[in-house]
């Protein structure tokens, strides 16, 4: 089992310009979820989606983000135009279903975007 | 709103000697919690977490913790840590009204093991 596996690893931008992010997850899983950590502001959720489905982008900073889930196995997040206080480390993780508490969500490695 | 307090953001012990992460959090409702590890450079990983039932919750690596409601804490404890166990661990919270899986996380505690 490959796990969630995400692209790329590392990402270095100038301010202004667009930033896409790819997340494929664990697969059979309904469910995606995108994550920001960051050192001020820690870890913290920015999008969910189930069955392909945003269900809940409150954690979203802005309008500058937006994230699609086009089939079972890609979602991608795409920051435009990006900005410094971006940089930070942005995860992806996946579960079978966000309505059964019991599953456990995985995580994958992380891109650690840097914005210059 | 949930909220999650890590009361140390660092933790430094020996290698072999006891460990007590302490996790508070905040919520009006019935919580499942969750504590997650980091190793450097990796995601998250799952290391427990209460649903319901025994307040002593048994994890993966030699990890348990124990769910306090009436002080609010989900402290993790290992008996004996090795050099291995260094990493950053995260405590996380969720409920039913909000979203089972919608974590809202710890700002974290960083474990460093000396040999």
Not at chain 1, 107 to 115: A, I, N, Q, S
């Amino acid at each position: 089992d490959a796990g969630v596996i995400q692209s790329p690893r590392h990402e270095v931008t100038e301010m202004g310009q667009e930033v896409t992010l790819r997340c494929k997850p664990i697969s059979g899983h309904n469910s995606l979820f995108w994550y920001r950590q960051t050192m001020m502001r820690g870890l913290e959720l920015l999008i969910y989606f189930n069955n392909n489905v945003p269900i809940d982008d409150s954690g979203m900073p802005e309008d500058r983000f937006s994230a699609k889930m086009p089939n079972a196995s890609f979602s991608t997040l795409k920051i435009q135009p990006s900005e410094p206080r971006d940089s930070a480390v942005y995860f992806c993780a996946s579960s079978l279903s966000i309505l059964t508490s019991t599953d456990t969500q995985y995580f994958g490695p992380g891109t650690r975007l840097t914005v210059l | 709103a949930q909220s999650v307090t890590q009361l140390d953001s660092q933790v430094p012990v020996f290698e072999e000697a006891p460990v007590e992460l302490r996790c508070n959090y905040s919520s009006s409702v019935s919580v499942y919690l969750f504590w997650y590890v980091q190793y450097p450079n990796q995601g998250l990983q799952l290391l427990l977490k209460y649903l319901s039932g025994s307040t002593l919750v048994k994890g993966i690596n030699g990890f348990e913790a124990e769910f306090n409601k009436s002080q609010t804490s989900f402290h993790l404890r290992k008996p004996s840590v090795h050099i291995s166990d260094t990493a950053e661990y995260f405590c996380a919270v969720s409920d039913l009204v909000q979203g089972a899986q919608k974590l809202v996380f710890g700002q974290g505690t960083r474990l460093t093991i000396n040999p």
